[in-house]
């Protein structure tokens, strides 16, 4: 049976408003509600039900950042996976962590924990990357189905259907292979008292970055983060001529 290796990340709460910092050099994090990113947890639901269905053999979450991101990890412990491991990264290096620096990390993990399937959400919904799945798969050299719906396992191969802007794409990739969840993969199961109280006490490996070998020296840096401008009131126009010459008038005709 296949082990499979699931990505996870704490990220601000998708209910919270986001605020800047006065200095514009980030977003406002102290005191503010955070959660696992949902795309994670829907990673997370695939990953139990494929040990549910005998496919895979253990569940295996991952993480990396600040010593909360045990939060999370202990929110995937809940819903079923058997262990954990976090990767602490301290502060000053994972504000200029990036997807690539993850990337080597889920990968150098995967090999360690001779895993078959990598599963991560498709995106954060902090940074919007969409990067980890696709160059955690070209680091390892596996074959990678993102955005998958569905996904079958049988006789060393997968098939995944894939949401592209067409429609439905189906492929077949062989093990082992890393998988993108999209927002209809699943629907993931809410964790039970019983089973919070079980992942306290789920085994947590704890490594550095250097345990891992990876070097995470920044490699692009933030100027500037502002709040998007605000929407403008809207206006109503008697007729199609008023429309047309007020469209000329702001220059787009």
Known sequence: MARVLVGVKRVIDYAVKIRVKPDKSGVVTDGVKHGLNPFDEIAVEEAVRLKEKKIASEVIAVSCGLPQAQESLRTALAMGADR??????????????????VSKILAKVAVDEKADIVIVGKQAIDDDSNQTAQMTAAILGWPQATFASEVTVADGNMVVKREVDGGLETIKV??????????RLNEPRYATLPNIMKAKKK????????????????????LSVEDPPTRQ??????DVDTLITKLKEKGHL
């Open 233 to 238: 009131a809207g206006s109503i126009v008697p």
């Open 203 to 222: 085994p947590i490996k704890k490594l550095t970055a250097t345990d891992v070998g990876v070097d995470l020296a920044p490699r692009q840096q933030v």
């Open 84 to 101: 954990a491991v976090h990767v602490e990264v301290p502060q000053p290096q994972y504000d200029s962590l990036l997807p690539l620096h």
């Open 174 to 183: 062989k093990l082992p292979a890393v998988i993108s969840a999209d927002l």
